[in-house]
């Protein structure tokens, strides 16, 4: 008899959590006078004009908010990748002066809160001429090519650990040099440990917006996060229904990573502790 | 805190009295952006803010032009500024009311999962996708819609006879809403604890329950001393994540923490003094001020753990 009682509240939980995201969806398509007097979650008059309303409701079209959005956390994906690969194979695989010394200054980095860095970059950035110059993304995007997520070095150094050693003294023994080990043993066998990064960097840097807000003065090059919040500005109601038609639209992208790598996503919080 | 070198498997073939092998130049080599992004993107900016929190400078200037003032920001910040002391209340509230009701949300949500059954795997993951899509601007308007005066919230309680309240821009509830959005994102600690409790022995069950150990029993003395490590790290994460709220205040306040300063977390009015109002030598005091007590409070969470978190064998969890 008690069988049912799990099934049914988790199903029961599921469409309360749900409910928002299904909500936002239905409400994208309501006309202005439904959002307010509907609250079912299918609209009455289907209205996808909201769409073509949201996407040219400022001076710059959302198509330039999108490439922005995709170039940046494109770019940090790479950076990602690459410079906390390098750290981590030496932190993870080689023997030098000082390394545990290192490890462990990356462990404390791994506690330090990314908001109080914030003023202090800003203004370094600022007096290097980085901050509102024709191309302002370098902010944005530099610090992910120098391994500065440390997050992703412990992701990665907790993954090459795991590789047997005797791969690397096999091929030592053969005459090969740590460059060579790194290209064709370490490498090829990190793969999981990069996708894993791959995704959350990608993920994180489209939601990301602090950091957008702070750095991106021009609208022209506004990123998506940073292009929605001029929608809180519009008080009138025609704004409600494109403000949640472009708001759907940019959650998509993360949506479609999390269906196509949801095991992979889960899997990855769960090795490192990563939040999502 | 900081972790031991990890242990060097022995090498086997390594001939005798031949000397280590040494990697230092290939291994600083591979590490040399990782070394130049802690200097320059870590180090250097966190010194340049804390000599400028001594200061009053307005940004617009090179900070070589910028006014010593000696201890004048702190003093303001503890003396003379209530929107400090107003967003430290702020903050704490949020994260004393938010954290805890996280991860129980998490933990229940996960001893509800922790079978073998068809489908556990799309549950799971269907409990994760709000800590995914969760910080995002885009999920923080839909938010603070379905909350409005007008909103899908207040509809739904219409129609069991409840008359709602203006959530959002009431000062009372405001923040309610905030952290009812951080809750929703529960999926994250709910996947570890899962992890978590995949690792208890179920020997230990069926020896409680041999012994005639109800449910109730078997989850207050064999689930949560089990399950104290993932706990432990869990609620240090998301304390710290709590602390840093921003986004959802920004967009429900639409950057100001209103309504009357009700959600003016700590890292909004850092990003109002410093970025809005141009008072960097201030904000740098405030940032200053904001690492110290993150990290007194990781300090103060490890010391308290000592007493209630047990570690079940030398392996750790």
Known sequence: MRTWIRPTALVLIVVVVLYPLFWMVGTAFKSPEEIVSNIGLLPEHFTPSNFS??????????????????MVAGLTVIGNVVSCLLAAYALGRLRFRLRGMWFAVMIGTLLLPGHVLIIPQYILFRSLGWVGGEWPYLPLLVPH???????????????????PRELDEAATIDGASPYRIFQ?????????????????????????????????????????????????????????????????????????FFVAFQRMLVEGINTSGLKG | MSPAPPKEPAVVRRAPGRPRRRENLPGYLFLSPWLLGLAAITAIPMLLSLYLSFTDYDVLTPFTEATWVGWDNYQRMFTADPSFWHSVRVTVTFALIAVPLKLAAALGVALLLNRVFRGVGIFRGLFYLPSLLGGSVAVAIVWVSMFNRGGAFNSLLAVFGIEGAPWVSDPKYALQTLMLLAIWQFGAPMVIFLAGLKQVPVELYEAAS???????????????????????????????????GFTSAFVLSNGTGGPVDSTLMYTLNLYINGFVQLDMGYASAMAWVFLVAIGFITVVLFRTGRFWVHYSDSEGG
């Open chain 1, 53 to 70: 309303s949201g996407w040219s409701k400022f001076d710059v079209g959302f198509g330039r908010f999108f490439l922005n959005s995709a």
């Open chain 1, 184 to 256: 064709h043993v370490i490498l090829p066998l990190s793969r999981p440990a990069l996708v894993t990064t791959a995704i959350f960097s990608f993920i994180w840097t489209w939601n990301d917006f602090f950091r957008q807000l702070v750095y991106l003065s021009d609208l022209k090059d506004y990123t998506v996060p940073v292009a929605l919040t001029l929608f809180i500005d519009s008080t009138s109601e025609t704004a409600v229904g494109p403000m949640f038609a472009m708001s759907l639209l940019s959650l998509i992208p993360v949506f479609l």
């Open chain 1, 145 to 163: 090519f120098l391994a500065t997520e440390a997050f992703f070095v412990f992701l990665m150094v907790q993954f090459m650990r795991g590789i």
């Open chain 2, 210 to 244: 041999v012994d005639g150990a109800g449910k109730w029993r078997q989850f207050k003395h064999i689930t949560l001393p089990m399950l104290s490590p993932v706990i432990f790290f869990n609620l240090v994460l998301e304390t710290i994540h709590g602390f840093q």
